[in-house]
């Protein structure tokens, strides 16, 4: 059962939320999806160049240099610089995404992102929270986002990004990573970020 959680947390990363989430707005059956394939090539590229692999690609150096003791950034503080860092990727992946003529949504969706870490580093500094829940969460404001407000049926993707948010929050759990508290506030956090910057931004 650990070993089942633990690919569940390496395969659903809250790093591959963002890339997942474009990939939802482009399938999403609305005008979002309308672009042409080369632009939705390379957003997607650079969402997932900036949003994922370069953060990660740091965690051997964050290793080397004993900021962080393993992967899994086990205690609070060995937090603090992969979300700084990851903080200013995001930044740069909007400041590129802004210069792209595409609808305001894809620019609000990267924002939100960000924010949510913002908000997560804000959080990290008093109290442990579940980085896997803030993205899960995130994922499904999008999703509810795009259903309830453009009216498009994605009963599906809904059900999926719920699915996949009970499965990790569990997997967490049965790692031992976090207490229920915690992956409820992940959760919270990233859903209510994600969902207000979509509404009022």
């Not at 070993?3 to 395969?11: G, R, T």
């Not at 860092?85 to 400041?95: D, Q």
């Not at 995130?138 to 009216?151: H, M, P, R, S």
Request: hydrophobic share 55%.
């Amino acid at each position: 059962m650990e070993k089942i959680a633990k690919a569940l947390s390496y395969i659903y990363h809250p790093l591959i939320i963002p890339t997942l989430g474009m990939l939802v707005l482009f399938n999403s059956g609305t005008y979002l999806s309308y672009l042409p394939f080369d632009i939705k090539k390379w957003i997607l590229l650079i969402v997932f160049l900036c949003t994922y692999v370069v953060p990660l690609a740091f965690i051997p150096f964050f290793m080397y240099h004993r900021m962080i003791m393993n992967i899994d950034l086990g205690s609070r503080r060995e937090r603090y610089v992969p979300l700084v860092v990851s903080l200013f990727l995001y930044a740069f992946c909007y400041y590129i995404i802004r210069r792209i003529a595409i609808p305001h949504l894809y620019h609000t969706f990267i924002l939100s992102s960000l924010l949510a870490i913002a908000v997560t580093l804000l959080i990290t500094m008093k109290y442990k929270i579940s980085l896997h829940m803030v993205g899960a969460g995130g994922l499904v404001a999008l999703i509810g986002f795009l259903a309830f407000y453009l009216k498009v049926n994605l009963q599906f993707y809904l059900g999926i990004s719920v699915l996949l948010a009970g499965l990790i929050g569990t997997a967490r759990i049965i790692l031992k990573a976090h207490s229920p508290g915690e992956i409820y506030l992940g959760f919270v956090t990233g859903f209510t970020v994600v969902l207000l910057s979509l509404i009022l931004i």
